[in-house]
Nanobody, 116 residues
Framework: QVQLVESGGGLVQPGGSLRLSCAAS????????MGWYRQTPGKQRELVAT???????NYADSVKGRFTISRDNAKNTVYLQMDSLKPEDTAVYFC??????????WGQGTQVTVSS
């Protein structure tokens, strides 16, 4: 079994920054990619950013130029640096780990609130 533990969420003013972390532990085999998704009430979970084991990244258009995803393969940890935050970035952010076998694992989510 794989466990994902997220941290770093909180309340920040518009224009501020937050850094999310997600550490994976357990029976980790052949990680293909790790990433961040977010969800607001009544809406589907949406992709924010992903990074493969080879370092290739993908971002949602809404966060390009403001968010940066990075990964420490040795620590099985993925980070999301969020700068220039906007109220519309308010959501629960979820970490996901995807294996080469097609299995996805999710974290419990961390709340990010952008408000003055």
């Amino acid at each position: 079994q794989v466990q994902l533990v997220e941290s770093g969420g909180g309340l920040v003013q518009p224009g501020g920054s937050l850094r999310l972390s997600c550490a994976a532990s357990g029976s980790i085999v052949s990680i293909y990619a790790m990433g961040w998704y977010r969800q607001t009430p009544g809406k589907q979970r949406e992709l924010v950013a992903t990074v493969t084991s080879g370092g290739s990244t993908n971002y949602a258009d809404s966060v390009k130029g403001r968010f940066t995803i990075s990964r420490d393969n040795a620590k099985n940890t993925v980070y999301l640096q969020m700068d220039s935050l906007k109220p519309e970035d308010t959501a629960v952010y979820f970490c996901r780990l995807s294996s080469y076998y097609g299995t996805n694992y999710w974290g419990q989510g961390t709340q990010v609130t952008v408000s003055s």
